[in-house]
């Protein structure tokens, strides 16, 4: 009962202090010589993105405590699909282990293709809304190594293949 009742504040608290730890220990690396943007910045993006994320999920539980122990005591636990979390974990685990040698765009497409299939309702899960999923996955992939290499000035692993874009 515990954490059902403290959860959005513990989660908070806790993502703050490792937000600010990321922040600290990015500012600690080295600057690059080479780059003007160094290996502290996506580090440094990221942390304070989650801090800000962190701060508003506190600002918005205190606003809403009252609400929540209103609802929380109506409420029926929710059955929790654990099936649909280890294929999530099973297929991280896979992008993890294949990116560096298969590269980042073949391993990102290949991933989340089976990812946005296990995320998917039951009810979307047919032939037409796989074709969309696979557009939408090599559409992204394609958008998000681009920015990387042209806006971060950032190169993602090549892997079999190399890609002079």
Do not use: C, H
């Amino acid at each position: 009962m515990f954490w059902r009742k403290y959860r959005d504040y513990l989660s908070s608290i806790f993502f703050i202090a490792i937000s600010l730890f990321m922040i600290y220990m990015a500012r600690l690396l080295p600057k690059s010589k080479v780059m003007s943007i160094g290996p502290d910045f996506m580090p440094t993006v990221i942390g304070v993105t989650t801090l800000i994320l962190a701060v508003l999920l506190l600002i918005l539980t205190v606003m809403r405590t009252k609400e929540r122990e209103t609802a929380l005591a109506k409420a029926e636990p929710e059955d929790f699909d654990y099936r649909r979390m280890l294929y999530s974990l099973v297929l991280i685990l896979i992008y993890v282990f294949i990116m560096q040698p298969v590269g980042f765009i073949l391993s990102t497409i290949i991933y989340l293709i089976p990812q946005f299939l296990v995320l998917a309702p039951d009810e979307e899960r047919n032939k037409k809304e796989a074709i969309k999923l696979v557009v939408i996955s090599i559409i992204f992939t394609i958008i998000v190594f681009l920015l990387f290499r042209y806006g971060f000035k950032i190169v993602l692993p090549a892997g079999l293949f190399t890609i002079k874009l």
